[in-house]
């Protein structure tokens, strides 16, 4: 038996979904071929960004029981798991009593992170246990800091601790990454260094994780969070529950009983705006909006469209494409509010279905404020209403069923925006514009979040700092904070003693604090994306998954996945869901056949000179 060494950098979702799909197409191994995987993390295998450890009220996103592991069904999803491990609902409470005691689990509920974690490192010891003779496994705790190309003799993976790992192959599935501080960090890090011996409150967080964090927050400090969506959730829940406060009832009667440790909480965003509550789902596990205009083939037409007119396939997203997705979303509106099916092509999408979407987009268009409490009013007005929308559910209601479009429609926006489809200053847009649009309104929190926030705010604990436009000012006299609006009738200023950025890196090699990352820069053995002159983020791949290098050729051997990637694709963060076709799954695949076929052609000398000839294609665009 003769051995090759496959490292593995990085094992939460992402790097357990390759030893998946190793141990299902081992039997592609030629014979006399094994396999020597090392499994590069610190943490517990599976879990990645989903610690088992962290505290039980930071909730997943997605209803659990359509988030699997198993695409193909050869395995139980998040739920299913959860209630075969003893889980129990005890009133939103989830423990594992292996017996009757309070409620099973419902198909609808949102449960703990640190649950996801445990059902990923389930998945992680089952895929281990059940590895096929061929393939070996060794889980190195320990983080990559470098990895040196052998000149066509593999790579040395180079670790933490001193360790030096030969290996033949090489996948990257770090995960998600934390920037360098900006110049906008290096300004609030020194304010508050500099301030402290006026305020010794002082704090600034750029991201709050790991939560621990925001330990440093006293009870008698007020605290700006930068962010409405799901990390600013996380935020808000950490300082409320997690310091011993409590809520009682549920939905609109919804009360909190404050620990009074606490500290008083100020929201703020670019726009203001909440992120939209997911609808009651009404479609099953599996059931999808089926695009009728936004569809991958009309993305295909398009580009065919825009060769013939300008020998240049890439397209612009707010004329070619935003109009199929509004028509799209228009045509969903429709079908809700009669409740019965309307045949597409007999569909027009009239300027009463582009009010109710372009409302649904944009509730601000057209609206002023006088002041503060008149935009406080339309905030709280406008989560009630979108929580009346969210009970009725996806089907029942017109806008739940408008916005999870957006969700369903996914592959589409994926042929649109993958691998420079669109043009460079539509790409900026989408990314800058747009993507932040679609995340507020289809990729919101569970209900009983934003009840939460609404209970909040009614027992003095959470208020708004400020409304559309707010700024940070540094206030040097008061040592604090401030978070400036310009309305019309007045400009609000609101002051603060933290500052808590609430939201997720965007993955831009160049500006990361991974030593791996920097000495793949500086080897040449990745680059940043680009599409033209923009920069996007994530590192530059092709079709197979494998990096290119500095020089333009696709590193050979080597394949990246995940969130180092989110930039030549598009939403890669998103879990399988169950009994559907999963792009975390697909890309998996690829990478691994792409591999099982070096393996096969590495001993072919023809084969293996026509495997190299390919992959001297870049896919970014000069």
Same mark, same amino acid.
């Given at each position: ?296 083939? +009309? ?11 300008? +020998? ?311």
């Amino acid at each position: 038996m003769t051995a090759l060494t496959v490292s593995v950098v990085g094992v939460g979702p992402r790097g357990l979904s390759v030893l998946q799909r190793m141990s299902q197409l081992a039997d592609r191994l030629p014979a006399g071929r094994t396999l020597e995987v090392h499994l590069i993390d610190p943490g517990d295998g599976g879990q990645g960004s989903h610690p088992a450890r962290q505290p039980s009220h930071l909730l997943t996103n997605t209803v659990a029981s359509q988030v699997t592991m198993f695409s193909d069904d050869a395995g139980p999803s998040f739920t299913e798991w959860a209630a075969t491990a003893g889980y129990r609902d005890f009133g939103g409470v989830f423990l594992p009593t292996g017996d009757d005691a309070g409620d099973p689990l419902s198909e609808h509920a949102y449960l703990p992170r640190q649950m996801l974690g445990g059902y990923l490192s389930w998945v992680f010891d089952e895929t281990v246990r059940t590895l096929p003779a061929q393939i070996r496994v060794v889980h190195h705790r320990d983080r990559a800091v470098d990895i040196e190309a052998r000149g066509g003799a593999g790579f040395a993976v180079h670790l933490e601790k001193g360790y030096t790992l030969p290996s033949d192959y090489v996948f990257l599935t770090t995960g998600h990454c934390e920037r360098i501080p900006s110049a906008e960090d290096r300004a609030y890090e020194e304010f508050a260094r500099r301030s402290a011996v006026r305020n010794p409150r002082l704090v600034y967080r750029s991201t709050p994780y790991p939560m621990d964090r925001l330990q440093e927050i006293a009870p008698d400090t007020t605290v700006a969070v930068q962010g409405f969506g799901l990390t600013a959730h996380d935020v808000i829940s950490e300082l409320t529950v997690g310091r011993g406060g409590l809520f009682h009832g549920a939905g609109r009667d919804m009360e909190y009983r404050s620990s009074g440790r606490e500290p008083k909480i100020l929201l703020f965003s670019r726009q203001c705006l909440p992120f939209s509550a997911r609808g009651v789902n009404q479609k099953g596990l599996t059931g999808q909006h089926e695009p009728r205009f936004f569809t991958k083939e +009309a993305v295909r037409r398009l580009r065919e469209q825009a060769i013939q007119r300008r +020998a240049d396939p890439r397209l612009d997203f707010a004329a070619d494409l935003l109009p199929l997705l509004l028509k799209e979303m228009g045509y969903a509106y429709r079908v809700a509010a009669e409740q019965r099916h309307v045949p597409p092509e007999e569909y027009e999408f009239t300027p009463d279905d582009r009010r109710a979407v372009e409302h649904i987009v944009d509730p601000l268009r057209g609206r002023t404020f006088a002041d503060h409490d008149a935009f406080r009013r339309f905030f709280v007005d406008h989560v009630v209403s979108d929580l009346e929308e969210a009970e009725r559910g996806n089907r029942s209601s017109p806008v739940k069923a408008a916005t999870d479009v957006i969700r369903d429609t996914r592959a589409s926006l994926r042929e649109a925006v993958e691998f420079s489809g669109l043009t460079p200053p539509s790409h900026r847009t989408f990314d800058s514009a747009y993507v932040s649009v679609m995340n507020r309104v289809s990729f919101g929190p569970p209900r009983h979040r934003n009840h939460q926030l609404l209970a909040l705010m009614r027992a003095g604990i959470v208020d708004l700092a400020g409304g559309p436009g707010s700024t940070v000012v540094l206030d040097q006299e008061a040592a604090r904070f401030a978070i400036r609006t310009t309305y019309t009738a007045e400009t609000e200023v609101r002051h603060a003693d933290a500052l808590v950025i609430a939201r997720l890196d965007a993955f831009h090699p160049e500006r990361d604090r991974s030593p791996l990352i920097r000495n793949l820069l500086d080897r040449g053995l990745v680059r940043p994306y680009t599409n033209g002159p923009y920069q996007p983020g994530g590192i530059d791949i092709d079709g197979q998954g494998r990096p290119i290098t500095a020089v333009g050729r696709p590193l050979s051997a080597a394949w990246a996945l995940g969130y180092p990637v989110e930039g030549p694709r598009f939403y890669t963060h998103a879990l399988p869901r169950q009994g559907l076709t999963s792009q975390f799954a697909t890309d998996a695949d690829t990478c691994v056949r792409d591999m099982f076929d070096h393996i096969r052609h590495r001993d072919d000398p023809l084969q293996e000179d026509r495997h190299a000839r390919a992959e001297r294609q870049s896919v970014s665009v000069p």
